[in-house]
């Protein structure tokens, strides 16, 4: 697979690497009950934080920093499994899950108050933009994924019909 690229709306018009010849993207992955959440942003964005937020919140490590996907499944790189950057702390080995399968992509940044349905191109999943520093941030993901998953209906916005 060649290195393609791929444009996300939102006020700051993020633009991510998409996966490279490898099947490898710069992102991390946490999985619940093996529905896997791709987090997504530029480095210092807050994937690693919000990946260790989530930790607490039933939510199991997958990958940082570098994702393989295949066929709609996410798993850590070589060499990187169970690893997460903490900043100010380093680097921990932590549980972590072989593979997740794939549910939801998080774009990592300003997020509309009643955003449209979008989608990531690659592999298609929903997508919705969540800032990671916002105190709420981990049950936003949460909520997210159960909606993803039709647990929880919405009447309006990312996952509205």
Known sequence: MREQEYFLSGPH????RAMDSRGQIHASCVSREGAGVLLLGPPGSGKSDLAL???SRGFI???DDRVVIERGLARPAPGLAGLLEVRGLGI???????EARLVLAVELGGAPRLPEPRRYASP???LVAIEASACSAPERVALAL???LGRVPQVAGAFAP
């Open 13 to 16: 018009r993020l633009k991510l």
């Open 53 to 55: 937020r989530l930790l």
């Open 61 to 63: 490590l997958v990958a």
């Open 92 to 98: 921990v080995r932590l549980a972590h899950a072989a």
């Open 124 to 126: 298609d999943l929903p």
């Open 146 to 148: 159960d909606c993803a």
